[in-house]
């Protein structure tokens, strides 16, 4: 054993005998907690921002836009050297910002704002920023990434899939060298041979998924120890040994991190802890869970079980139980003697066939159960549940039960990213998530201001009883806009709804682009023909998941600006507001005309789950005036079709339907924490995990 792999398991055994938890705080403590850092970070105004900015731009103007190349080569090294060493004070920032700011311009022709300067600013003193979409957050993080490598020395760049990751590393690429930094990708396909290179780069782009397992496996190959608390120690310590396959981590070192899309990073992808898990051996347990499937199709939702949809739980009843009985003893498998197992087998059948849907929450891909990210509409190939779910799915959807898997390690996201000594972000939507970015990662929200003001029209939500009419009235509305030579991207909320409204636009024979988890490969091609009015058909449609929603520009064409803009029509609400605001900001970019409208109905997922008695409440008004049925259809009719709620009773549904939206987002909440309790828990109880 190599002396630095001997030290690193001294040290670590070491810490890990008095090691103490970094545990969310709760209560009054939370509070405090989120007070201090306000005060701490209290210097970092937007004045303060815009003033640094502006100077820095003088700067660039008067002094550095002019240099030569090896001039400006020199002086890159002389400021880089003073970042290294941790003598950077504001006036070194400022020119530093200036020089970055040039190699910007030289290598790539974008030549940055005062606002886009400002979010730079902020990113570097570890702030997360809200920057509206379009309004260049790729160039904004790409020119405080070198700033933060130099400091901190090793920089990784989360984003919210590979394609994204691999797409701003090489466009990056010769700008950050110039700027003495490497950089790369770190993808699905790559060996762990190449990901030891990769990771020994000062920016790293990459995956919540894609990085976070690579630390795990680094732990599970170098000792015991799992834990994010000691993580924050141990790579500290190990970042100085050495990085070839085989000694030493993968990853030198957990030094600061930026957070492309922070929200859905940082807040959507902590309801699920990665797991690193291998199989168990081959059993008989593949029958098990078909025969459990078989078993729940014969007990009847109300008389024998109910189902709690918001939680995805199942509570069996009475004669659910008496049932049961009956049909383990039909059974002659021993394992269905016992009956607390045998009662959680059919329990999670029942779950399976209720509260995973095909299309929304999986698909049955080439035969495989595919889990599909609900927050981006995207495929989780290399993902699976726990607890035997995935095999009561698998079961439902009579695909080859794979076999139950062992876990080596568990770490939430959340608890991840808070191991990082550094981590600032940027997103279009952070503002909505203010409180528990900053109660978790103790990490203020910073809101930049538009380059140009925002002149997108926010047409009036309409409500319809029924999701027939919904979906006959959207089709309309595409018809209307598309006919006036607008381009329209209808926005859905998974991917069965997408191919069902694809369907019906083929029956109306209306041209279309069609972007969800299938056609993934196909996303650069069609968001780039989104916004254009040029085509063969006319102006574009585009029907798409929330993939559309996340780190893509669509640019509409002179014809489509002239015609009033991209029209972005939402099919629903979803579960969290800033999902809604991140597909709607995809119109009306940098002072672009456009304009945007939602679609719900009494039916949908959102109010049906989150606030049931919205149609008692409506039955019950009908009773009020006296039960007179028809009289409140007229009374809810307007010329838009006799579903469509009137002006009156739409603002009405449209407060409940907020307020079924804000308990989603508390729900989700809630899941979250839970999530940071469990962790505690496994590193009180069972450190070796």
């Known amino acids: 054993m190599s002396q630095a792999v001997s030290k690193y ?49 003088r700067i660039h103007s008067t002094e550095i836009r ?49 606002v886009q300067q400002m979010g730079a600013l902020a990113l570097f003193h570890g702030r997360i920023i809200e ?38 590393a090489e466009s990056r690429a010769r700008m950050f060298k110039r700027c003495m930094c490497e950089t790369g990708s770190i993808q699905q396909e790559q060996e762990p041979a190449e990901r030891f290179g990769i990771y020994a780069r000062h920016i790293v782009y990459g995956t919540p998924k894609q990085i976070t397992a690579d630390y795990l496996r680094d732990q599970i190959r170098l000792g015991r120890m799992t834990t994010a608390w000691a993580g924050r120690h141990m790579m500290a310590q190990m970042s100085h040994m050495p990085g070839e396959s085989g000694m030493g981590p993968m990853i030198p070192g957990l030094k600061a991190c930026m957070v492309d899309e922070a929200d859905a990073v940082l807040i959507d992808e902590g309801v699920v802890p990665l797991i690193i898990a291998r199989p168990r051996r081959e059993d008989d347990m593949s029958k098990v869970y078909v025969k459990a499937a078989a078993i729940a199709i014969k007990l009847d939702e109300g008389p024998d079980f109910e189902v709690e949809h918001v939680k995805r739980r199942v509570e069996l009843k009475r004669r659910g139980l ?18 607390r197992r045998a009662e959680e087998l059919v329990r999670q059948a029942l779950v399976a066939q209720h509260c995973y849907i095909r299309g929304k929450q999986y698909e049955v891909v080439e035969g495989r159960i595919v889990i599909v ?18 095999q009561a799915v698998e079961a439902k959807e009579g695909a080859q039960v794979t076999a139950d898997r062992e876990t080596l390690a568990r770490l939430s996201f959340q608890r991840f990213y808070r191991t990082y000594p550094f981590m600032c972000g940027m997103t279009g939507t952070a503002a909505d998530a203010t409180k528990e970015m900053e109660a978790v990662y103790a990490r203020p929200v910073t809101r930049i201001p538009t ?32 006919a006036a030579g607008r381009p329209v991207l209808v926005g859905t909320r998974s991917v069965a709804a997408s191919e069902f409204l694809s369907a019906k636009l083929k029956e109306r024979n209306l041209e ?10 196909d996303e650069a091609t069609l968001i780039a023909q989104a916004g254009r009015t040029d085509l063969a058909t006319g102006a574009a449609i585009t029907v798409a998941t929330n993939m559309a929603g996340r780190g893509t520009d669509i640019k509409p064409d002179e014809e489509a600006i002239k015609a009033g803009g991209l029209h972005v029509l939402l099919t629903e609400m979803h579960g969290a507001k800033r ?71 739409s603002s009405r549904a449209e407060r409940i339907f907020k307020l079924a939206q804000s308990r989603s987002e508390a729900h989700d909440r809630r899941s979250r924490e839970s999530v940071l309790r469990q962790d505690d828990w496994v590193d009180k109880y069972m450190p070796g995990m």
Request: proline share 4%.
């Open 9 to 57: 398991h001294a040290l670590y055994e070491s810490l890990l005998s008095r090691r103490s938890k970094p545990v969310l705080p709760t209560g009054l403590d939370r509070v405090y907690g989120r007070l201090a850092m306000k005060l701490r970070n209290s210097k970092i105004s937007l004045d303060y921002l815009r003033a640094e900015a502006e100077a820095s731009d």
């Open 66 to 114: 002019e240099l030569s190349e090896q001039s400006l080569a020199d002086q890159i090294a002389t400021v880089r050297a003073a970042f290294v060493r941790g003598r950077q004070d504001e006036t070194a920032l400022r020119r530093a910002l200036a020089l970055v700011r040039e190699v910007a311009r030289r290598e790539t022709g974008e030549d940055p704002y005062i």
């Open 131 to 168: 920057m509206l979409t379009g309004e260049g957050k790729t160039l904004t993080g790409s020119l405080a990434a070198p700033l933060i490598a130099w400091q901190r020395r090793y920089l990784h760049v989360f984003t919210v899939n590979d394609y994204l990751a691999k797409r701003d």
């Open 322 to 339: 008496e049932r049961l009985d009956t049909l383990f003893e039909q059974v002659p498998d021993p394992l269905w003697k016992a009956r």
């Open 373 to 390: 990210d609900e927050y981006t509409g995207r495929f989780l190939p290399d993902r699976s549940w726990e607890h035997g779910l995935h």
């Open 451 to 482: 380059h140009r003001p925002v002149i997108r029209a926010q047409w009036p939500m309409r409500v319809f009883r029924t999701a027939k009419g919904k979906w006959d009235a959207i089709i309309a509305s595409i018809e209307e806009i598309h």
């Open 512 to 521: 279309h682009f069609l972007l969800n988890a299938h056609h993934d490969k």
């Open 579 to 649: 999902v809604d605001r991140q597909f709607i900001g995809r119109a009306g970019r940098q002072g672009d005309p456009g304009s945007a409208q939602i679609f719900v109905s009494l039916e949908d997922e959102l109010v049906v789950r989150h606030a049931p008695r919205l149609r008692a409440w409506l039955e019950q008004f009908s009773k009020l005036k006296g039960g007179d049925h028809a009289a409140l259809e007229r009374a809810v009719t307007r010329s838009g079709g006799w579903d469509e709620l009137d002006d009156t009773w």
